[in-house]
Every structure is written in C-alpha cells, then in structure tokens.
C-alpha cells in the first residue's frame, strides 16, 4: 500500500507559479510510475502529465499547459512534483497525485500514452487545491 500527500496549492494571481510536491509513503518512487490528476466541479478528473519509473521519460496531457507544467521527481525524497508556470484562471481545480505499481506490466510507451487514464492508476492521494484569479 502506498500512500500519496500532496501539498503547495494555495491561491495565486494569473501569471504566478506554483510547485505541487506529491510525498510518497513508500521505500522507494523509483518502482512506481506516478502522475497529476486534476479535478473542477461539476467536471470529471483529467489527466495532467505522467512519469515512467525512474522519472526520466514522461507525458502531458493538456495542450493548454504543454510547456507551463513540468513533472518530475525526486528519487531521493520519495517525492513528485508539478512546476506551474503562467498561471490562468482556468488552471483553477483541486490536483490529485496518483502512483501505480501496475505498470511494470505494461510497455513504457503503451503505459504513457494511456496514462490520462484515471484506470492506470493503483493509489491516489487526497488532493491539494490551486485557485488562480485574474
């Protein structure tokens, strides 16, 4: 069982930056492949970007955010993280971290063009939540 903690949501101005860290319960990320989820009222959770294990080969999902998001990892740290950059106002949404052990089954290029998939994943963690205003 692994459990996920996220934090660094908080309310920002259009145009800041946040970083989300994603704490994980577990000896070591390097055997888990992880990801950001995110979630609006009313709105089903959607796939944000994805990390293979080790953390070196990933995938976005939302042309809105290709080159303001960036995940990555610390193997060190146990921990993921989603660089926010130029923030808009429709970034606003609770972000979810989600690990999954299930994809050591799965070819790597299978597994991460698939993996806005909330299915792909096997832990999820609580949510943090960003609010950017204009």
């Known amino acids: 069982q692994v459990q996920l903690v996220e934090s660094g949501g908080e309310s920002v101005q259009a145009g800041g930056s946040l970083r989300l860290s994603c704490a994980a319960s577990?000896?070591?990320?390097?055997?888990?492949?992880m990801g950001w989820f995110r979630q609006t009222a009313g709105k089903e959770r959607e796939g944000v970007a994805a990390?293979?294990?080790?953390?070196?080969?990933?995938?976005y999902f939302l042309d809105s955010a290709k080159g303001r998001f960036t995940i990555s990892q610390n193997n060190a740290k146990n921990t993921l993280y989603l660089q926010m950059d130029d923030l808009k106002p429709e970034d606003t949404a609770m972000y979810y971290c989600?690990?999954?052990?299930?994809?050591?089954?799965?070819?790597?290029?299978?597994?991460?063009?698939?993996?806005?998939?909330?299915?792909?994943?096997?832990?999820w963690g609580q949510g943090t939540q960003v609010t950017v205003s204009s």
């Open positions: 989600a690990a999954s052990s299930s994809c050591r089954a799965k070819p790597r290029d299978y597994w991460l063009s698939n993996a806005r998939d909330q299915a792909e994943f096997d832990y």
């Open positions: 577990t000896s070591t990320i390097l055997q888990l492949c």
């Open positions: 990390l293979w294990r080790g953390g070196r080969d990933s995938s």
